[in-house]
């Protein structure tokens, strides 16, 4: 069984950054691709980053630019690093991976709350 873990989450200022850091049970190169999630309240699940075994990314369009991907293979890390943050990134951000298929995530963390105020 694979585990994730999430922290970094937190109250922040509009303007502001988080640092998001996702620690994996297994190594980072055994997963085919890795990614984070978030969900706002009333919201549906959505895809907010993503990066491929051969280190292709991912971002939706609301967060270019501002946010950033970057892995510590050493110590099986993948960070999301969240600069510029605004009041509608509000959202419990998962990390979630998947080992099997490209194209699902077979493992999810439990979730770090980000808040942005206004």
């Known amino acids: 069984q694979v585990q994730l873990v999430e922290s970094g989450g937190g109250l922040v200022q509009t303007g502001g950054s988080l640092r998001l850091s996702c620690a994996a049970s297994?190594?980072?190169?055994?997963?085919?691709?890795m990614g984070w999630y978030r969900q706002a309240p009333g919201k549906q699940r959505e895809l907010v980053a993503r990066?491929?075994?051969?280190?292709?990314?991912y971002y939706t369009d609301s967060v270019k630019g501002r946010f950033t991907l970057s892995s510590d293979n050493a110590k099986n890390k993948l960070y999301l690093q969240m600069n510029s943050l605004k009041p509608e990134d509000t959202a419990v951000y998962y990390c979630?991976?998947?080992?099997?298929?490209?194209?699902?995530?077979?493992?999810w963390g439990q979730g770090t709350q980000v808040t942005v105020s206004s």
């Open positions: 979630a991976t998947g080992v099997v298929l490209v194209t699902t995530y077979d493992y």
């Open positions: 990066i491929t075994s051969g280190g292709s990314t």
């Open positions: 297994i190594s980072i190169f055994s997963t085919l691709h």
